[in-house]
């Protein structure tokens, strides 16, 4: 299948799981994940109607996103890989909504560049629903004073949270942790689940789906 027709594939899946799931038609984002692909490859899938797309690495987007985001004002483009402090001025500049904001140094140097450059990203949590040591993410237990943090102290409006469950696990528990903790904390958005598990995350109240492979085909990463 083309790329149009992967996308055509998965949004229809989206919208078969929010009508099974007793969810409103659209209440679910799609965010088509363009990471090492190039604008050959992305600008179909924006032909085709999409706007919403997530990348790993600020680098690697500031390659191909500016004149693509000018080119489509619409477009709303989301960091969904770590944050290395020494990046955030290009973040806050570049990205819509950033969502891997996982430590109190990342969200004051968010809070100063939002400051600095007039400019209000959309903001998440990423909570590391499996503890896991390798990963980003605010544990689970100390997610709530994290939020609170962010909105008291930084005057930071904390959107939603996100997670990536550990990869050899039932994503459902943690999918269900991750709504449990937005509940607790007034959150509206929940951006979890990928190609693999993006149907199971709809099911348990996902308003964000972030799926590349599905769309895009397999990776290409440099060795």
């Not at 693999?196 to 397999?218: C, K, N, P």
Request: include cysteine; hydrophobic fraction near 40%; glycine fraction near 8%.
């Amino acid at each position: 299948m083309s790329i149009k027709d992967n996308l055509k594939h998965v949004l229809g899946a989206v919208r078969q799981v929010e009508e099974h799931a007793g969810r409103a038609a659209g209440s679910v984002r799609l965010v088509a994940v363009s990471k090492t692909h190039d604008e050959n490859a992305i600008r179909p899938v924006i032909e085709a109607g999409q706007r919403v797309f997530g990348e790993n690495r600020v680098q690697e987007a500031q390659m191909k996103w500016p004149a693509l985001k000018q080119e489509y004002p619409d477009i709303e483009l989301h960091l969904i890989g770590p944050l290395q402090s020494n990046k955030t001025a290009e973040a806050v500049a570049l990205f819509d909504v950033i969502e891997t904001v996982d430590r109190e140094k990342i969200a004051r140097s968010i809070a100063k560049e939002m400051k600095t450059q007039d400019k209000k990203p959309k903001l998440y949590v990423q909570v590391n629903t499996g503890d896991e040591p390798q990963k980003a993410g605010i544990s689970p237990p100390e997610t709530g004073a994290f939020i609170s943090f962010c909105q008291n102290e930084l005057g930071l409006v904390i959107e939603g949270l996100m997670c990536i469950p550990p990869a050899d696990e039932n994503p459902g528990p943690h999918f269900m942790l991750l709504k449990k903790l937005a509940d607790t904390s007034g959150l509206a958005r929940l951006s979890m689940g990928m190609s693999s598990d993006f149907e199971i995350a709809v099911s348990f109240g996902a308003t964000d789906v972030r799926v590349g492979s599905a769309i895009f085909g397999q990776r290409d990463y440099p060795a």
